[in-house]
């Protein structure tokens, strides 16, 4: 089993900066994948961006330019830093752990809240 604990969520004004960071424990091996998806009210869960073990990354669209995905494999974390935000942005952020053998894991999810 691992478990993933997600930080930095909270209220920002549009233009403002956030960081999340996301920590895996347990039996954390054979990572395939790291990375970020979230969900706002009415909507399903979507990719924000994942970085690969390889150290290849995925952005979507909306946040390419502005979101930037970070790892730090010994450490077994997986941040994301949020520039330039949104009220679009707004939503509950997950962290989402691949491994190897198919098998994922959610984090608990974090708030992110983007108005003035």
């Known amino acids: 089993q691992v478990q993933l604990v997600e930080s930095g969520g909270g209220l920002v004004q549009p233009g403002g900066s956030l960081r999340l960071s996301c920590v895996a424990s347990?039996?954390?091996?054979?990572?395939?994948?790291m990375g970020w998806y979230r969900q706002a009210p009415g909507k399903e869960r979507a990719l924000v961006a994942t970085?690969?073990?390889?150290?290849?990354?995925n952005y979507a669209a909306s946040v390419k330019g502005r979101f930037t995905i970070s790892r730090d494999n010994a450490k077994n974390t997986v941040d994301l830093q949020m520039s330039s935000l949104k009220p679009e942005d707004t939503a509950v952020y997950y962290c989402?752990?691949?491994?190897?053998?198919?098998?994922?894991?959610w984090g608990q999810g974090t708030q992110v809240t983007v108005s003035s």
């Open positions: 989402r752990l691949f491994q190897s053998s198919g098998i994922i894991y």
């Open positions: 347990g039996n954390v091996v054979d990572i395939y994948s």
């Open positions: 970085m690969f073990t390889n150290s290849n990354r």
